[in-house]
């Protein structure tokens, strides 16, 4: 999986695992949460978004079922 740098105030970058059908998204707080069973149009519509903040509160947050991966430290899981 590779990381895609997202323009966001919320969201730094996003990474999907085809595959699994698994989301990964990178929060600018450090927060990395990943969200199961999201199929790829979707995850092309998140990219494709004006705002990527507002297409995740309407159409990912509360929708699928997530974990909290962890808080990024000092490695970074994503460089620009």
Do not use: C, H
Request: glycine share 8%; aromatic share 18%.
């Amino acid at each position: 999986m590779t990381w895609t740098a997202v323009e966001s105030s919320a969201l730094q970058a996003a990474g999907y695992a085809e595959g699994q059908s698994l989301l990964y998204l990178l929060f600018r707080s450090g927060e990395v949460y990943r969200y199961f069973d999201v199929p790829p149009w979707q995850y092309q519509e998140f990219l494709s978004a004006d705002s990527k903040g507002r297409y995740f509160g309407r159409n990912i947050r509360g929708r699928f079922r997530y974990e909290r991966l962890r808080r990024r430290g000092n490695e970074s899981l994503y460089s620009e």
